[in-house]
Structures are given as C-alpha cells and as structure tokens.
C-alpha cells in the first residue's frame, strides 16, 4: 500500500507511506498497522517554514525526508540534531477477514471485480469511445418459486472519450426462475479456500476461534448459496495458567509527554477484559509510565541581524561613550533570546580646550607721585594656563591715571633730577617685565616642539614645555614658572 498526502500550507512537504507490506507470512492480511510519519520534502520548493512564499527549486531535486538540521527557521530545527519531530500517524485497520491470497496484488477494482467473475464471452457492442468496468457477478433471481423472475448485472462508466457517441446502459437485466426449477444444474455456487484462523478469544486457558471465506461466483439459477461462510472451533493457549490469572485488553496508545521541552513522562493503559475464575483481584497492572524525552528548551538559537555602525561619540571633546545595535530576527515565540542587542564602548576625542584662569584684581596700589599727574597700578596672576587651543590669557596689569596735589612751581633742579631719574628706571622696570611674553615678573623661553604619541591608537598624549629664561628681581609675582601642555593624539580605536 502506497499513498501521498500534501501538507498545507507549506512549500512542498507532505506524508505517506511507500509499499507497505499488508501480508502476514502465512498468506493472509494483517490484522492492524500503525505508522508515524514525518515529513518529506518534495523538491520543488525551496521555503523553509510553513509559510514561506512560493520560491521554486531550479533544478528540481529528488524527493528527501526532512532532518532537524535542515534551517534553523524550520518548524523542525534542533540544533542537537534529534530525531525530527513526527507529525502524523496513520491506522491501518482490517475490519472483515476477507480474500484468499496476497502473492497477487490486484492493480485496480476492475482486477478485483474479474477474479471475481470471468468476462462474458457475449457478443458486446460497446462503443470503442465508452471504457467501462468489467460486469459484476449476477444476482439472485428476484423470485423464489418456478415463476419468471429477473436478476441484474451493472458495470460502471470509467470515461467517454466522445460526448457525441452515446454509451450504453450501466445495467443488464436478465430473466430467471426460483431455486430448483431449471433443468441444468444452475444451484451450484464456488466458494474461495478458507483464510487463516483468527487469534484465539483469550490468552489463558480454552476460547474459541475462527476463520472465513467468500462466495467467488454465486449459482447460476439465481438461488442462494447455502455453503456455510464461517467455521468456529475451540483453541487453548496456556492451558497451565492459573484460575487466579486475568484477561487483559491490549496496551492504549502512549499519553502525549508531560513536557513539552526537555524530560518528562509519558503513560499508556488497559483494562481488564476478564476477572480471575476463582473470584480473586487482578494483579496484572493496568498503567504503564516511561520518560520521554522533548526538545531541549529553549535551545533556538537567536537569529540576529548584523551590527548596526557605531554611533558618534557621546561628547564632542575628551572622553565619551558610543553605541552600536542590532535586532532580533527569529520570532519571539520559538524561544528566549538572551543575546544582547546593543554594545557600549569608550570614545576618545581630541582633548576639549582649557581656557585661561585667573585670580580676582588686586587692590590699586598706590599712586606713584608725590604730586602732580602720575598713575597707579593692579595686577592679577594665571590660576591655570590656556591648554588644547582655549582662551588665552588677558592682561594681568592695568594702569590709571592719578594726581594727588599740584607740585610746588619752583623746586630746586637737583631735586627734579633726581625725579626724573627715579621715574625712567621705574619706566625701564615695567617695560622688561611687560616683555615677559604676557607672564608678569618673567621672560619664558619659547614652547618646545609637541612630543611623541605615547600610543598608536586608542587614544594617547602629547606634550610640550615653555621654560622661564629671566625672572626679574623686582617683580611681586608668583607665576613665574615652567610651563607644560597636553593633548590628545591618535584617537581611533585600534
């Protein structure tokens, strides 16, 4: 027995079985067969799940059954590599004890209907156009007594090649008399051998069993055949067992697993078909356990897409962070996912600018005459020097007019010298220092050449110094001092 049966919707699976074998060894038909199917792939598709679109395999390949490492979208997918997942069951079940051999497969009903009752060698006039079935074996006579009666004979349309050309009638009536009334010999009926004995009725002690045959060709007359169909006889098995055994039915089907991943248990039963003759209880167990075995939970692996690109820095200067995506393709339903769907890492981006810092202005000193116009001054000092291009640093001494009294408009000559002389060297004092190259009290050497990277990716340093190359004795500032930058270099991450 061979059959084909499509799944649907799917792209081109299906189930079936392939010349099943329904003969017993002594020649007669089995009495039950169970089967699991799992599904075949018919070649002609190339989707991977029940509802994948049409896409057609170019070239067609052969017909092959469906494994658990075929695709990890399949329905079907383990990636331990199990047995794959059984998705039907077909139950082949003999409902009557008919026939005779099974060395010669019958290809058709028509075969069947032959063995049954040779061809009429009447002249038939047919049309060639309409292809019937063989005519069945006659009927009885419709009556029972030796006055006419009628019995019938039908054969089946197959195919009518020609609609104009009409076909004959399906069935053919033919006159008759009752059992008894003709002169030949019409009342003898041929009956087929006598199949195979069936099993006992029990399995302990003495029951009854039986075996059948058919009427292969019925009498002529249209009489009943009286032959008998079916015989009985006693049979014993286990004529030893005990009064105290029971009869049991025949083992349920397996229960579905009590998991549906990993282990778990699954149960099948029976009942007792017959109670011990001495009257005692049945010790035969009726329920039987084992573990089953499911797939592994949540053993799906995540479908994933690719990486997403980095995201731009968290900051547009120094140390940030940046972020990369990606998503999760498979289904949320086929299992938990603990993959992560995001990566944060470290930036490094070119040191932010550093502006110059300073201390609040001073008291205003004093004014630097006695009388007439003369100034005063303030002053402020560098908390933190400019780095990495920021705001340089503004003036750390600022001058104003003063004038206390008019001089006396007659002073003596020795004494004016003297104050012009005092004034220039105050002068030639405050131009030196101005000359400081803005670091009051100083004079600063120039800045030496930037250092090498101390890395060559991922983010490193340079540096460079300005020295101090004349401090001058008269100066009141403290920030007269070597000079050192940083900044960052080779930022890209390795």
Known sequence: MSFLTMM??????????????????????????????????????????????????????KIRPLTSLDHPQSPFYDPEGGSITQVARVVIERIARKGEQCNIVPDNVDDIVADLAPEEKDEDDT???CIYSNWSPWSACSSSTCDKGK??????LKAQL???????????????????CSDEDGSTCTMSEWITWSPCSISCGTGMRSRERYVKQFPE?????????????KCAVNEECSPSSCLMTEWGEWDECSATCGMGVKKRHRM????????????????????????ECHTIPCLLSPWSEWSDCSVTCGKGMRTRQRMLKSLAELGDCNEALEQVEKCMLPECPIDCELTEWSQWSECNKSCGKGHMIRTRTIQMEPQFGGAPCPETVQRKKCRIRKCLRNPSIQKLRWR?????????????????????????????????????CG???????????KRFKSSQFTSCKDKKEIRACHVHPC
């Open 8 to 61: 649907g919707p799917s792209p081109d699976w299906n189930v079936g079985l392939s010349a099943e074998d329904l003969c017993t060894k002594e020649c007669g038909w089995v009495q039950k067969v169970v089967q699991d199917l799992i599904p075949w792939d018919a070649g002609t598709d190339s989707g991977v799940t029940y509802e994948s679109p049409n896409k057609p395999t170019i070239p067609q390949e």
């Open 151 to 156: 019995r019938m004979r039908q054969r089946m």
């Open 420 to 456: 012009e002389a005092r004034e220039s060297r105050r002068s030639e004092q405050l131009r030196e220092e101005s000359d400081g190259d803005q670091f009051p009290g100083c004079r600063m050497r120039p800045w030496t050449a930037w250092s090498e990277c101390t890395k060559l």
């Open 272 to 295: 007792v078909k017959m109670s011990p003759a001495d009257g005692s209880m049945c010790k035969a167990e009726t329920s039987q356990a084992e573990k089953c075995m499911m797939p």
């Open 162 to 180: 020609d609609l104009s050309v009409p076909c004959p009638d399906t069935q053919d009536f033919q006159p008759c008399t009752g059992p008894g």
């Open 127 to 129: 049309p060639e156009t």
């Open 221 to 233: 007359d249209g009489s009943v055949c009286t032959l008998p169909t079916e015989e009985t006889e």
């Open 459 to 469: 983010g490193g340093i340079q540096e460079r110094y300005m020295t101090v190359k």
